[in-house]
């Protein structure tokens, strides 16, 4: 059975560090495109970045640019998402998600929510 896993959520304050990750059980991540989006009460879910699946392409939303880092460790099997001066604004549930990877629609998609399988979530809230 095909299962992503999150994990690293918390609650912290702004300014503060997280990593989330994601580990994949059942297949190999490798040549999966991965992808981290979020969804904040009453709001639409957010695509926040994403890689390619030779890892050579990654892309974030311009609300996390500078702040946010994704990598991903093929000897784990789990892609990270290290995230830095946390805002209020970033509390939402975090999701990561994965499809078979493409040169062409890892770079034109990433950040949409066309993805294959998700995760149950992580909750990150920010605050004082």
């Known amino acids: 059975q095909l299962q992503l896993v999150e994990s690293g959520g918390g609650l912290v304050q702004p300014g503060e560090s997280l990593r989330l990750s994601c580990a994949a059980s059942?297949?190999?991540?490798?040549?999966?495109?991965i992808g981290w989006f979020r969804q904040a009460p009453g709001k639409e879910r957010q695509g926040v970045s994403c890689?390619?699946?030779?890892?050579?392409?990654?892309n974030y939303a311009d609300s996390v640019k500078g702040r946010f880092t994704i990598s991903r460790d093929h000897a784990k099997n789990t892609v990270y998402l290290q995230m830095n001066s946390l805002k209020p604004e970033d509390t939402a549930v975090y999701y990561c998600a994965a499809i078979e990877g493409s040169w062409w629609l890892d770079r034109i998609r990433c950040l949409t929510n066309e993805y294959s399988y998700w995760g149950q979530g992580t909750q990150v809230t920010v605050s004082s």
């Open positions: 059942g297949f190999t991540l490798d040549t999966y495109r």
């Open positions: 890689i390619s699946s030779g890892g050579d392409f990654t």
